[in-house]
């Protein structure tokens, strides 16, 4: 199981506003230094994590974003679930036509109670509250991820 490339910046930009030392207003440019990520990729982050209500937005030239706190009490499962918005793991239905096994397939089923047993494992994890030393690399050593 995989996790996107902007879930897993969603899931940077949460920990990096959760770390005790920086509590006020964090500006994008300076949480996508802190995480190696573009500042476009981290915008568009941003802008979905607002929308789903875990950080907060102050706009002007002292603004910057911080964790609402819904944010502080976010999971990991909880927000992968959202940001999932796959509905066809294994490309059953393409523009070029369907697998011609689609009908009574028990792996596309099977498929998808995996996923949500993924999701499931993560439920518990509360993102800020995962330990994440400098945040100068890779996190989520546990979890892969794929380019979008
Ligand atoms: S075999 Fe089943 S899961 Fe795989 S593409 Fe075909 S319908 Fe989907």
């Known amino acids: 199981m995989r996790i996107s490339a902007f879930s897993d910046v969603c899931l940077r930009v949460l920990m990096v506003l959760a770390e005790p030392s920086d509590p006020g207003l964090t500006t994008a440019r300076v949480i996508a230094e802190r995480v190696g990520t573009p500042y476009n990729h981290v915008s568009k982050a941003v802008i979905r994590l607002r929308e789903l209500g875990l950080v907060e937005v102050v706009r002007g030239r002292s603004g910057g974003v911080r964790l609402s706190a819904q944010g502080r009490e976010a999971t990991v499962g909880w927000l992968l679930r959202r940001l999932d918005t796959r ?37 518990a994890l509360v993102i800020a509250s995962l330990p994440h030393g400098s945040l100068a690399g890779p996190v989520l050593v546990g979890l892969s991820t794929r380019p979008d």
């Open 87 to 123: 509905t066809d793991l294994a490309a059953c239905e393409t523009p070029h036509g369907q697998c011609p096994l689609l009908a009574g397939c028990g792996l596309r089923t099977a498929l998808g109670r995996a996923r949500e047993a993924f999701y499931a494992e993560l439920d």
